[in-house]
């Protein structure tokens, strides 16, 4: 008879748990964007061709512009379309939990010597889990994490066994990256900074030689080179070419990046602080190690330093590109914990107690299993679900008075990609889509922005001559924790005054030239007399 192994077992059931942990997070929300992702989706379909002209904005209506996620807006129409909402959520919690397992993998077999460290795998992998689930869900962005990581696996495999072959799959990666996300300049940054790495790493180990011939140049670092070269260059064969970086470009102007929340710093309001948690770890093992290496003259490995300190700064800068960190650090942080504890040794002096934590942790990981299950929301359609946070009620309205169709509409920006879906036929005068389009010489969220500018609210209204416009009217408020009180000076009475200022919606109450004409717990109608 075959002896269980025990290692397996936790390993099935940690990311059976995972799985239904990111299966209840997703179907707990609706992504704000989704809806523009499926009507883009549904368009390319529809058109058999990506789009290049805006027209679900009247404002940007006719402009060029450029879907830098169309493939995965195809793969997600298609699934929602034939498999329905529950497909939709299976296929992105499977990416991540792909990620999960091949991160597990990969470590194990480039960074630990032996099969052992499963505990610190299995346990930052569920704190790594926790601090990105805010990113996480029915998310585009996630195809980036899974990719960031087939990156490094071909990168590390080819620094171990030097063979050409390996390298070969840059290309398919990089040309179904740049159709699938932004995210692939990342890529592009981490082939060409590890080849400066290696560089500086082969220049000082010729210095240290104290050799007279100091030859810089290594055929394996060449080979990558050409290799980096040709998958940076395929990526303007996608089918927007040229574009695409045009597109990307426009992304200098970083007015986004404080205003949309999940472009804020990690340890901005609300603090996410798993994502705190977390990063910290990094920056204690990456202190330690520099210590370690200096007291017992050890090499410090340049190409890990580096790119961990780089992406901590991105993480640091904006929250979103905090799963990006836990990808590039996680190898240094399990290395580092399992050569410096060694579980066997201890719980084998326990083995009766053993015996009873394997049982109690099985037990322990079927109940939270059944706990998530039963937690999961299960909905065929999220756009009729999620009264609270999306203007159903008001988008029946509207449907219901074509009287009004004629009139140009201001929408919440938050609400665009809702109503993309929803009233496709109602053209809108923003969405999720292009924040930082060149617009009245700063970015179209910035001329968003000043709808809500006291001092210019009239002046915009009968800039753009609009008539009809939709707000969000439902009160919010925060609670803080008595850490964030008492250590980290919140004022929660101030910062809810602050949040629910809105000078659009006092405006247009008190102004006789406007009026209400639909209202209910979440949103308004305004039109103008």
Partial sequence: MKKINFQKIIQILFYTLVFCYLLAHSYGYLD???GWHLKVGEQIINEKAVPTYEYYNWTLEGKKWVDHEWLINVITFLLYKNFGYLAVNIFFALIILLTLILLNLFVQKYFLKEKKGLFFILFFQAIGVLAMIPHLGVR?????????????????NYEKHKKTKILFWLLPLF?????LHAGFLIGIF???FWIVIKLIKTVIDKLKSKSRLIQIRDNSQLTFFYFAFFSALITFFTPYGFKLYEFLFDYKNAFYQTHIQEWLPFFSFPILYWQLL???????????SIVDAIKKEKKIILWDLLISLFFIFLAFKSRRHFPLLFIISFPMLITFFVDSFDFKEIFKKFPKQLFLVKSYLIIGFLLIILNQLIKINFTSDPFLSFNNNYPQKAVVFLKNNPQYNNLKFFNPYGWGGYMIWTIPER??????????????KHTFLEEDYEFFDKEKIEKKLNEYDIKLVLLDIKEKKYKFNWFEEYFLGFNEDEINKNIN???????????????KIYIDKLSAIYVKK
């Fill in 32 to 34: 704000p964007d989704l």
């Fill in 140 to 156: 585009m962005q996630e195809i980036t994490v899974l990719n960031l990581l087939l990156l490094l696996i071909i990168i590390y």
């Fill in 175 to 179: 040309y179904f990256w740049a159709c």
């Fill in 190 to 192: 981490i082939i060409f």
């Fill in 278 to 288: 977390y990063t910290a770890f990094i920056a204690i093992v990456i202190i330690l």
């Fill in 427 to 440: 053209k809108l005068f923003i969405d999720g889509r292009l924040p930082q389009y060149p617009f009245a």
């Fill in 501 to 515: 200022k809105n000078h659009l919606r006092d405006y247009l109450n008190n102004s006789k030239e406007w009026g």
